[in-house]
């Protein structure tokens, strides 16, 4: 079944709206978690919507345009550093995942979520093991919350250039550890992730 029949398969069910949900940032080590929700038109058929870390960067901005000119409503929620580390990063997620719902202009039948339930959202839910590759609308969202995500961290390397967070996106690569050696973590970092910690420096 691909994505597309997956979601109608669920529409046919009785729940003719039907909101997909993902995040974009739960692993990195600095920047915010992106959370958004996707109503794709029943009619919308672009090939290659699929989970957005197995899509080239060209390939996954012309997707996200396509989604952003046809999907019915997209809600985007952004819970910043300093919340990750007050709350932890899965509270964090469901709070972006709450905001994205609440920020949709139409209210779902259905929410399809990438592997969690939002108890704060009394809409039907159906948590969906890797989500991504088996709903067309997950996949959108996915898509959504990736590029918006990435294009927080292109401004933060305009703030702090030294990370250079255009390329690693603020996830742990050995050039983003080698630069908090150097330079000691930045306000945007994540100082409860341990590779933070574990490198934390006065600044």
């Not at 739960?26 to 915010?32: E, H, S």
């Not at 038109?41 to 390939?59: A, C, L």
Request: with cysteine; aromatic share 6%.
């Amino acid at each position: 079944m691909n994505p597309y029949e997956y979601d109608e398969s669920i529409r046919k069910n009785g729940f003719g709206s039907v909101a997909g949900v993902d995040e974009a940032g739960r692993g990195p080590l600095a920047g915010p978690v992106v959370a958004a929700a996707v109503i794709l038109p029943e009619d919308f058929r672009v090939e290659g919507v699929r989970d957005s870390k197995k899509i080239p960067r060209k390939e996954r901005e012309e997707l996200f345009w396509a989604i952003v000119l046809n999907a019915r409503s997209i809600g985007i929620g952004i819970i910043d550093q300093v919340e990750i580390d007050r709350l932890n990063i899965l509270r964090a997620t469901k709070l972006a995942m709450h905001n994205a719902l609440t920020d949709l202009t139409t209210k779902p039948d259905m929410i399809l979520i990438d592997a969690l339930t939002i108890p704060s959202i009394p809409i039907k839910q159906m948590p969906i093991i890797k989500g991504d590759a088996k709903s067309a609308s997950i996949a959108a969202a996915s898509i959504i919350a990736k590029v918006v995500r990435d294009g927080i961290m292109i401004e933060y390397h305009s703030i702090y250039p030294s990370y250079e967070f255009d390329k690693h996106k603020g996830y742990a690569t050995k050039a983003h550890l080698d630069k908090i050696e150097k330079h000691g973590p930045c306000p945007i970092h994540r100082k409860t992730f341990h590779k933070v910690k574990d490198l934390l420096l006065p600044f």
